[in-house]
């Protein structure tokens, strides 16, 4: 049988091929583009030795460093790399391609010099200063210094503090596990902080179709380190915000005890009546609103409290011994409910 003579493409078929290629082409580069190309946006991500490449690849994806798992899973096979991925404590950007982590993972560059630091949520900018300054990593004084000039930058909460607040950056160095290098400056760290509490806002925010309040960033936060403060049950958060945004909406004090408690040094096991009279701007006994600044710093979760807060009428709470409280909607509910839960 004489061997079939191949076809010559025609002008048409030649464009088509062209215009496929010239497709599949844009589309791999935007398949690879970085989740965030332009900005830096730095996460720390730590392997683990039994971490599987599907492990690794939703972590990545959890951790806004990929936008598409599936890509970067066939990234790493066709490349061979997938399984060579190593384990260890990783600094990555959202502005880096894909390809550029998956070397940085296979090479494993890992950073190991860096001291882990974990600021517990509801921590005053005191408390954070003295933990920081414990570690080495600074001084009580410098870093007070920065939380009280405001020579920082933020993008949501650059409004300036009333002038009745203690500190400017109170209540804004996000409570977060970081890790910090030696040789950082206060000024490093601080600003670290505030950009952390910035993205948990910015995602918070994102997320909803309508604020509950016409309060500012900066008043939102504010009220949530409340909640953090007063909050012992995780699940109580969003009840504790509705009954102080009642209270506003009523022009009742908030008498939040967490203001009260501010003006110690250290808290104490159990304020006074006395303790409710002192005359200072952050004592919500005697002062309508909220106090000028935070009290403490909010964690994800108070600030979720106030921008997603229960729907409820209650205007009172009370703690109980094991922490929790009880809610009343009356004044005479509420005598009640410190009787019968005070005394025990």
């Known amino acids: 049988m004489a061997p079939a003579i191949p076809r010559k493409r025609t002008g048409y ?5 062209a215009l496929l290629a010239l497709f599949l082409l844009i589309a791999a580069t935007l398949l690879l583009e970085p989740p965030a190309p332009g900005t830096e946006i730095e996460r720390l991500i730590e392997i683990p030795p039994a971490a599987t490449a599907s492990d690794v ?21 066709i490349n061979g790399q997938e399984n060579t991925i190593k384990a260890g404590r990783y600094r990555l950007a959202s502005s880096q391609k894909p390809w550029e982590i998956l ?36 001084t009580e ?26 500190w400017q950056w109170e209540g804004f160095f996000f409570p977060d596990t970081y890790f910090l290098l030696p040789d950082a400056t206060a000024k490093d760290i601080a600003q670290t902080m505030l950009c952390r509490m910035d993205e ?19 008043e939102f936060v504010t009220l949530a380190s409340l909640v953090e403060r007063e909050a012992k049950v995780a699940e109580e958060r969003p009840l504790i915000a509705a009954v102080f945004y009642n209270r506003l909406d009523k ?36 002062h309508l609103g909220l106090p000028p600044g935070p009290v403490a710093a909010p964690g994800r979760a108070a600030i979720r409290a106030v921008l997603k807060p229960s729907n409820s009428d209650k205007l009172y709470f009370v703690a109980k011994s094991d922490g929790s409280h009880a809610f009343s909607h009356t004044y005479e509910e509420h005598l009640q409910n410190q009787r019968k839960y005070l005394s025990q």
């Open 200 to 218: 948990i806002w910015a995602e918070e925010v994102e997320a909803l179709m309508d604020l509950p309040a016409q309060l500012t960033p900066r």
């Open 57 to 77: 690849t939703k972590l990545l994806y959890e951790e806004g460093l990929i936008k598409h798992e599936l890509v970067f899973r066939l990234l790493g096979k």
């Open 251 to 286: 022009g009742m004090p908030l008498g939040s005890c967490a203001s009260v408690q501010y003006l110690f040094s250290q808290p104490k096991p159990e304020l006074s009546w006395q303790d409710t009279r002192i005359p200072s701007p952050y004592n919500t006994y005697l």
């Open 103 to 138: 070397q940085i993972l296979t090479e494993g560059h890992t950073v190991n010099q860096e001291i882990r630091v974990t600021i517990p949520e509801g921590y005053t900018v005191r408390q954070t200063a003295r933990l920081l300054t414990d570690l080495g990593l600074t």
């Open 141 to 166: 004084d410098e870093f007070l210094a920065l939380a009280k000039d405001g020579k920082l930058e933020s993008t949501y909460f650059c409004e300036a503090a009333p002038e009745s607040a203690d």
């Open 13 to 17: 078929q030649l464009m088509v091929t």
